[in-house]
């Protein structure tokens, strides 16, 4: 029993994503205005994104900056060839609102507590993937709105937000609140106490996180509804199938990469997580701005969730033989 209850206290937000999920589905048609107040949406994002840049203290990204190849190599993949496989991925997909949410997701950028915990737990540098987070979160108000105009040009209802328009809101809501945490930080006292407690803060965020799929999950319905219960599962199973491939080869792509480049093993492990993990948070920022599908964007970071825990563990098992191996047996001297 204790048992159990640890794990559920441990998987807390995956048992809250699938409840939140679900109560926004049921109970959609009488949430139906939540989801269309721009002003709370972009407020949780702009407050949750402080907070999860508020923490981080710029020397926990120095080895990221030293051995600046493992940093490169991850954005490389993040935003170079992971939106390449999507988008190869997306024309054999029928259904366009399955494949539109996918392209969408491929543009985001990397995600910071998954990324980071899931490579120290492999083993890894996580100062990599702390350092191709920000980055690629400051990146992405140039980055993203180019992709999306490549993937879409002007037609398929996306010209109702412009290029120019998508900038500056990435900017806005992105970049400003991340550049606002660290200028916070010049303050010695708050720099302190926050990073002492980033434990919490991660807590404030994922919980923001929740806040912005419970409004996912309420613009979802009705297309879910429409589609009727077995196009339903069916496109239910399409995206798991998709994000889960999408990944998984970036995933691996980026490892022997690394491995082919010379990079160290820390470094390497860090650029599988770093260059193919996706943040959720700004991925639904622009499938609701969009008007595209959320399940693409909410599955491919449940999916990367459950596949990196996999992932990690095999690492982490590979890690600890290695460091067996590299041991000297003490045994064997002579006393």
């Known amino acids: 029993m204790a048992g159990a209850a640890e794990q559920l206290k441990k998987r807390w937000f995956l048992v809250s994503l699938v409840v939140i999920f679900t109560v926004g589905v049921l109970f959609h048609e009488a949430l139906a205005s939540l989801p269309d107040m721009k002003w709370l949406r972009s407020s949780i994002v702009f407050v949750v ?24 190599l991850s954005i490389g993949m993040n935003y170079g060839l992971l939106p390449l496989v999507a988008y190869a991925i997306s024309l054999a997909i029928s259904d366009q609102q399955v494949a539109r949410g996918l392209l969408v997701a491929a543009v985001t950028p990397c995600t910071l507590a998954s990324a980071s915990v899931w490579t120290r737990k492999a083993g890894g540098n996580d100062s990599i993937s702390i350092l191709v987070t920000l980055l690629t979160n400051v990146l992405c108000f140039l980055i993203a709105p180019l992709w999306l105009l490549f993937y879409f040009g002007s037609s398929e209802g996306m010209e109702s937000i412009s290029l120019q328009d998508m900038v500056i809101k990435l900017g806005t809501l992105v970049v400003l ?23 919490y803060f991660s807590i404030a965020a994922q919980c923001g996180i929740l806040s912005m799929v419970f409004m996912g999950a309420i613009k979802v319905a009705p297309e879910l509804v429409k589609a009727g219960t077995d196009n339903g599962a069916i496109m239910i199973l399409v995206t798991v199938v998709s994000v889960v491939v999408i990944h998984s080869s970036v995933f691996w792509t980026g490892l022997y990469t690394g491995k082919a480049i010379g990079l160290t093993r820390e470094d ?33 970071h449940v999916c990367q969730l459950f596949v990196d825990t996999i992932f990690a563990d095999r690492l982490a098992e590979q890690t600890r033989r290695i460091n067996e191996q590299a041991e000297p047996d003490l045994s064997e001297l002579p006393t």
Not at 185 to 197: E, G, L, Q, V
Not at 273 to 280: I, V
């Open 268 to 300: 390497y492990i860090a650029v599988g997580f770093a260059g193919s993990q996706k943040t959720l948070m700004v991925g639904l920022l622009l499938c609701i701005e969009l008007e595209v599908l959320v399940i693409p964007m909410v599955f491919f």
């Open 49 to 72: 994104l402080y907070l999860m840049a508020l923490p981080l203290s710029l020397k926990a990204i120095s080895s990221g900056i030293q051995r600046p190849k493992g940093t490169l």
């Open 177 to 199: 609140p991340m550049m606002l945490a660290q200028l916070t930080r010049f303050h010695k006292p708050t720099a302190i106490w926050s990073t002492d407690h980033k434990r």
